[in-house]
């Protein structure tokens, strides 16, 4: 059993529900969203409350019924308070910089890198080493942070590259010096 899915989602007062059929509307003050849902769920409003269920039994079902739940419980806070994350560029001469939808990535490779920004995306530099990725849709944020970092991802010995803001480097001991 799906101890998440069964979970009903709390909906605020200023979020707008729309739900045909297997469709799913959210819209808030932060922007709208929509998902597509399997047939075998069903997806209800009850008392300012979404409710997930299962229209058959099967194992595949239920799992999918916690993800669902999930995903529109995501939509939900998305749309009511958006999704951020930071990332880090570490290493001399790292710099990064935005120019019109593009953002500029100098990064050790011989010409910089330059990234598209995806229009529900909104991505700010603070000074010249951080990056801060801001979106209402978790699952185009996560992405989008995942292909920047994809650009230089950091090393284990001096941890120069691109990292996120919470992610620890494992550091690897360089090899002993020769001469000494």
């Known amino acids: 059993m799906s101890r998440i899915g069964k979970e009903p989602i709390a909906v605020p007062a200023d979020i707008k529900i729309d739900i045909k059929g297997q469709n799913i509307t959210v819209s808030g003050k932060n922007g709208k969203l929509e998902r597509k849902i399997l047939p075998e769920l069903a997806v209800s409003m009850k008392d300012d409350q979404i409710v997930v269920e299962n229209r058959d039994n099967s194992k595949r079902t239920n799992a999918f019924r916690g ?7 995501n939509m939900v806070v998305g749309v009511n ?3 951020k994350k930071t990332l880090i560029v570490e290493g001399v001469g790292y710099k990064v910089n935005i120019e ?3 953002l500029t990535l100098n990064v050790g490779y011989s010409n910089p890198v330059e990234f598209p920004i995806p229009d529900d995306v909104q991505i700010t530099v603070d000074g010249t080493n951080k990056i801060i990725v801001e979106s209402i849709d978790k ?5 989008t942070s995942a292909r920047i970092r994809q650009i230089r991802k950091p090393e284990p010995y001096k941890g120069k590259g691109i990292r996120y803001e919470d992610e620890h480097i494992v550091r690897k001991v360089g090899k002993a010096g020769a001469g000494s």
């Not at 993800?67 to 529109?72: K, N």
């Not at 699952?139 to 992405?143: A, I, S, T, Y």
């Open 100 to 102: 019109g939808k593009k």
């Open 139 to 143: 699952e185009l944020l996560g992405l």
């Open 81 to 83: 308070e958006g999704f």
């Open 67 to 73: 993800m669902t739940r999930s995903l529109i419980n």
